[in-house]
Nanobody
């Protein structure tokens, strides 16, 4: 079970850090991704990180502004979001997969409940 947190209301240009925590120790062995669903739009890939943290992947729209990282000792994955834009407004979900990373949400087996991020202009 994944628990996402850290969302909130922030002004454009501001920052937020999202957290995705799990109870199961096996989480540290899983590829973990962040996805988001903007209002009225389809879910989209944001970022992913391999189980070791050795490789990270980003959507073009967030590259250079967002950073995904993980602390396996704490069983937690983070998404640091800087220079936020109104277009970043969405419900953010973390997801985990026992296989190689993917941009496709259907490739992830475990999902958190989502945390809402609202960026005002």
């Amino acid at each position: 079970q994944l628990q996402a947190s850290g969302g909130g209301l922030v002004q454009a240009g501001g920052s937020l850090r999202l957290s995705c925590a799990a109870v199961e120790r096996a989480f540290s062995t899983l590829t973990t991704g962040w996805f988001r669903r903007p209002p009225g739009k389809e879910r989209e890939f944001v970022a992913a990180i391999t189980w070791s943290g050795g490789s990270t992947y980003y959507a073009d729209s967030v590259k250079g502004r967002f950073t995904i990282s993980r602390d396996n000792a704490k069983n937690t994955v983070y998404l640091q979001m800087n220079s936020l834009k109104p277009d970043d407004t969405a419900v953010y979900y973390c997801a985990a997969s026992p296989t190689a990373w993917s941009r496709e949400g259907n490739d992830y087996d475990y999902w958190g409940q989502g945390t809402k991020v609202t960026v005002s202009s």
